[in-house]
């Protein structure tokens, strides 16, 4: 599938800013089953701009921008070619050993309700990928999506207690269970091409990846109870939401900011059939 994917966020401030200094998660990369044809970043401002990779392999850009500035929108743009490899995910940057995976972090901490689920998985099926699948299905049918409760702060374990969330909700609960389970387990930051025709979405999409013994990392989205395909895009990864969000960054400036995200991922109308 050929996807266009263009992702833009705006930020507004009610005093000027006298500098902004941005860590941008934007740009896919390349491997087996997911190539990136062409891809732009643009911010509409006089900025520095230097691409880097970060520690877990992401292609991350450094955006650098000196005041006075009232707003800033960053916007990225290009189109990406994708296969359905059952979630298996090959050829892609991996700096890291997979036991790196293993570590908790503050959003992905086991509180005895996700060491309750982490154990029922566990006695699903005899074998890591049935134990991942299992997993997966439990918390598609135990929590409610919730596209209107996002908290960048709310931790898997909270998400379990309220029994909803939203994507990233999801992927803090399965990391968490996964990793109590002893596999190692990271979330996934990327876009999701809704074959609903819902184009127009309120921000990228989230997923977990865990590491299987002979298939290597192997993908789960909780939130839709499937294992990625084709209708994915990969952006980046971490430990958790706060180590593959698409942007963070620092101000020096008084007064308070809006944030706003808009995201389209379409397919590439000559890729569709009559």
Not at 107 to 136: C, E, M, S
Not at 209 to 220: H, K, N, R
Request: overall charge negative; some cysteine.
């Amino acid at each position: 599938m050929r996807l266009k994917i263009r992702h833009r966020t705006t930020y507004r401030f009610d005093q000027p800013q006298v500098r902004l200094v941005q860590l941008a998660r934007l740009t896919p990369g390349s491997f087996a089953g997911q190539t990136v044809i062409g891809w732009e970043i643009d911010v509409d401002c006089d900025a520095r701009l230097r691409p880097t990779r970060d520690g877990y392999g992401n292609e991350i850009t450094m955006i650098y921008v000196d005041g006075p500035l009232e707003a800033l929108t960053i916007e990225v743009a290009g189109d990406v070619l994708t296969e359905d490899r059952a979630g298996v995910v090959r050829g892609a940057a991996e700096p890291l050993q997979s036991a790196v995976f293993l570590r908790s972090s503050p959003l992905t901490k086991a509180d005895a309700a996700i060491v309750a689920l982490a154990d029922d998985a566990h006695h699903a099926a005899d074998n890591p990928l049935g134990r991942l699948h299992a997993l997966n299905g439990m918390l598609a049918d135990r929590m409610r999506f919730d596209a209107g409760g996002m908290d960048v702060r709310r931790t898997g374990a909270e998400a379990l207690s309220m029994g909803h969330g939203v994507c990233q909700d999801f992927t803090h609960v399965f990391v968490a269970a996964a990793r109590e389970m002893g596999i190692p387990a990271r979330y996934v930051s990327g876009h999701l091409f809704r074959r609903d025709g819902a184009d127009e979405q309120p921000a990228a999409h989230a997923w977990a990846e865990a590491c299987v013994e002979d298939l290597g990392w192997v993908g789960f989205d909780s939130a839709n109870g499937i294992s990625p395909d084709d209708a994915y895009v990969r952006v980046a990864v971490g430990l958790d939401y706060r180590e593959a969000a698409p942007i963070a960054g620092a101000r020096t400036g008084m007064g308070e900011e809006t944030l706003d995200v808009a995201v389209s991922v379409t397919q590439s109308g000559y890729q569709r059939q009559s």
